[in-house]
């Protein structure tokens, strides 16, 4: 079994910033790819962004130039560094961790969520 636990959610003016963490512990022999989703209100459940192993990035178009992916392979987290937050980017923020156990099966795994709420 893995868990994975968010924190740093919270409420934040427009052009503020706030860092999200996440980490994972349980059955981990390592972990490939770790990144950060969204939901809004209605919405479909949508990709933040990307980070591998070697440290890699993918973000979406929206969050270009004002998040930063970053992780710590030796303690297993990964964190979201928002700024400029924009009202837009009010939505559950949810981890995900593709894991590779110590049997060697490969599964993805999900945080729990945090709320970001960006309102005045």
């Known amino acids: 079994q893995v868990q994975l636990v968010e924190s740093g959610g919270g409420l934040v003016q427009p052009g503020g910033s706030l860092r999200l963490s996440c980490a994972a512990s349980?059955?981990?022999?390592?972990?490939?790819?770790m990144g950060w989703y969204r939901q809004a209100p209605g919405e479909q459940r949508e990709l933040v962004a990307l980070?591998?192993?070697?440290?890699?990035?993918n973000y979406a178009d929206s969050v270009k130039g004002r998040f930063t992916i970053s992780r710590d392979n030796a303690k297993n987290t990964v964190s979201l560094q928002m700024n400029s937050l924009k009202p837009e980017d009010t939505a559950v923020y949810f981890c995900?961790?593709?894991?590779?156990?110590?049997?060697?099966?490969?599964?993805?795994?999900w945080g729990q969520g945090t709320q970001v709420t960006v309102s005045s």
């Open positions: 349980g059955n981990i022999f390592s972990i490939n790819v």
């Open positions: 980070i591998s192993d070697s440290g890699s990035t």
């Open positions: 995900k961790a593709n894991v590779l156990t110590r049997s060697r099966t490969l599964f993805a795994y």
